[in-house]
């Protein structure tokens, strides 16, 4: 048996250590793939969408289509941002923004981005505000038939919106073309231990003046509307021909300028994580809410979320004739809506509604409302 | 129950076992949305800064 003795190894072409060997037996090694939990991204792959497959954005729309991704549609134009199965290798889904009407002009205060939150909580490991703050490296795949440059753009929620930002071509048309972003850790920016938004992420499709009047910031810079998206040149909305995509969008703690492999994860773990801001308990026809029981002129029922959410959550339930059925041994009894009326650590609610369906119910989706049947589900995003 | 437009937020309260929960309702598109009174939750947020503008929601019936 014999010991190799180094202090590194070093690619031929490289100028740094690949491996570095300490005295004390230990080393340090700049792995770039299968690392474990290092995607401080929640659904980069796209590959959950909870509030369905498709959603039109017209006028000033800010909604969420799929899960952890917002888009803001604030101009003239429309669009709808779809699911897409158009994916680079190795990937299921993208999201696809879709224009479906021009606005060929933005006024100054006019534009459209997709945003992602971080949970503050789960930054922690960053060190923003201290001496050791971690550089962190941003990376995502991006296609369209629009090239030309757009804006990447990070802020701070809990530093008044301190914001970093890069310029990114996309230099072929409807080709995917990975982008990687390395951004220094903000010493003097705290992002508070708490369940609150810690950065967040926006893509630029197109900006008015007052977003691009400024300068592109490669550190942490005060918030300045102007910086935001400076050097964003292209208006996607310029024409109903043009569509963007991107997915495998990752977040990691890493100094090296180079992203490591996309971290996949499971779409168990995926929707998991996921439902932490956004649950979908009942859609569609005859879906089950849960079981219903009778106090006086009211109905109950007792929901278990599938995990504790990040705040007391918002609930979102349809509301037409007949929307939901509770049928039980005095038989059925049909309602509109349901109420929201109380909730415990933010993964167990109680609804009610007027009636009486009797002891041992069953709550469950029932009549639709042109074609379209109802849901139930809670929101906690940032 | 109409929903209003105008304020679009309606205060409602509701007791399970003597305990008065209270929250706030808004509805869009055949949705009707149930806002917990809890200062993380961005929908009560967004309802503060309505209210901050100098808005009144209706109050529970």
Same mark, same amino acid.
């Given at each position: 048996m014999s010991t190799l003795?180094?202090?590194?190894i070093r690619s031929n072409s490289a100028t740094s250590d690949a491996i570095t060997l300490a005295s004390n037996g230990t080393c340090t090694a700049n792995i770039t793939n299968n690392l474990s939990n290092r995607n401080k991204i929640i659904n980069g792959s796209m590959i959950c969408s909870q509030r369905g497959s498709s959603l039109?954005?017209?006028?000033?729309?800010?909604?969420?289509?799929?899960? /952890?991704?917002?888009?803001?549609n604030a101009h003239d134009g429309a669009s709808t941002v779809s699911q897409s199965s158009t994916s680079p290798d190795g990937f299921s889904n993208s999201l696809k923004v879709d224009v479906t009407t021009a606005d060929t002009s933005l006024a100054v205060s006019q534009f459209s981005n997709l945003g992602h939150r971080i949970e503050a909580q789960n930054l922690q490991d960053l060190g923003y505000g201290t001496s050791g703050a971690k550089t962190i490296t941003v990376s995502f795949y991006v296609r369209s038939n629009k090239t030309g440059n757009y804006v990447f753009n990070i802020q701070q929620a809990d530093n008044s919106y301190k914001q970093v930002s890069q310029t990114y071509t996309i230099n072929s048309a409807d080709t995917w073309e990975r982008k990687t972003f390395s951004f220094a850790g903000d010493t003097s920016g705290v992002i508070n231990n708490d369940n609150g938004s810690g950065l967040e992420l926006y893509w630029w499709l197109a900006a008015g003046t007052i977003y691009t009047s400024g300068s592109s910031r490669s550190t942490y810079t005060t918030y300045a509307n102007g910086d935001a998206a400076a050097g964003q040149a292209v208006n996607l909305f310029d024409s109903t021909s043009n569509e963007w995509y991107i997915t495998g969008v990752q977040l990691e703690v890493n100094?090296?300028?180079?992203?490591?492999?996309?971290?996949? /994860?499971?779409?168990?773990?995926?929707?998991?994580?996921?439902?932490?801001?956004?649950?979908?308990?009942?859609?569609?026809?005859?879906?089950?809410?849960?079981?219903?029981?009778?106090?006086?002129?009211?109905?109950?029922?007792?929901?278990?979320?599938?995990?504790?959410m990040r705040a007391t959550p918002t609930m979102e339930v349809s509301n037409w004739?007949?929307?939901?059925?509770?049928?039980?041994?005095?038989?059925?009894?049909?309602?509109?809506?349901?109420?929201?009326?109380?909730?415990?650590?933010?993964? /167990?609610?109680?609804?009610?509604?007027?009636?009486?369906?009797?002891?041992?119910?069953?709550?469950?989706?029932?009549?639709a409302d042109s074609g379209v049947y109802g849901k139930l589900a809670f929101t906690a995003e940032i | 129950m109409a929903f209003p437009t105008n304020p679009i937020y309606k205060l409602y309260t509701s007791t399970f076992d003597g305990v008065v929960t209270e929250m706030i309702l808004k509805e869009s598109n055949n949705i009707r949305i149930n806002i917990p009174k809890d200062e993380a939750n961005t929908d009560y947020q967004e309802y503060l800064e309505w209210v901050a503008e100098g808005n009144t929601a209706e109050e529970a019936d």
């Open positions: 003795k180094v202090d590194g039109a954005y017209t006028g000033s729309t800010n909604a969420y289509l799929i899960d /952890r991704f917002k888009f803001l100094s090296s300028g180079v992203a490591t492999d996309f971290e996949h /994860r499971s779409f168990g773990q995926e929707l998991a994580l996921c439902q932490r801001y956004y649950a979908m308990i009942a859609e569609g026809q005859n879906s089950i809410i849960g079981q219903a029981w009778t106090t006086g002129s009211n109905f109950y029922s007792s929901i278990d979320l599938p995990v504790v004739t007949n929307a939901f059925r509770a049928y039980g041994p005095s038989g059925g009894i049909n309602v509109s809506t349901l109420a929201l009326n109380s909730e415990s650590r933010n993964n /167990r609610v109680l609804v009610n509604q007027v009636g009486n369906p009797g002891a041992g119910a069953t709550l469950r989706v029932y009549d | -």
